[in-house]
Nanobody, 124 residues
Framework: QWQVVESGGGLVQPGGSLRLSCASSEFSLSNYDMAWFRQPPGKDREGVSCVTSSDGAASSADSVKGRFTISRDNAKNTVYLQMNSLKIEDTAGYYC?????????????????WGQGTQVTVSP
């Protein structure tokens, strides 16, 4: 069965940066709008950013606008999340998933198949 694999998380100080990657060897990410989600400790999973399959247009949650940038490299079958100016409240497990549409990505997750995620911890 196919799965997506997230990587790039780690421990970083406030104000620092990380770049997350989402890839799959069996699933063609390029055919889908792809989104990043995160789940802070003790909280529900929430949408972070989405990038369309058609033209690479991006949308992001207000909490990360101006700090996080989503992008994709279809040749590498990979989606990225560049995270700058990290805050303590960005601490969470980060996951990627194909979605039906970026216009409503939080509610159109496809296949309900999640990877292991990658942990991001922002701490002084």
């Amino acid at each position: 069965q196919w799965q997506v694999v997230e990587s790039g998380g780690g421990l970083v100080q406030p104000g620092g940066s990380l770049r997350l990657s989402c890839a799959s060897s069996e699933f063609s990410l390029s055919n889908y709008d792809m989104a990043w989600f995160r789940q802070p400790p003790g909280k529900d999973r929430e949408g972070v950013s989405c990038v369309t399959s058609s033209d690479g247009a991006a949308s992001s949650a207000d909490s990360v606008k101006g700090r996080f940038t989503i992008s994709r490299d279809n040749a590498k079958n990979t989606v990225y999340l560049q995270m700058n100016s990290l805050k303590i409240e960005d601490t969470a497990g980060y996951y990627c998933a194909p979605v039906g549409t970026c216009r409503n990505y939080e509610h159109t997750v496809l296949f309900n198949r999640w990877g292991q995620g990658t942990q991001v911890t922002v701490s002084p």
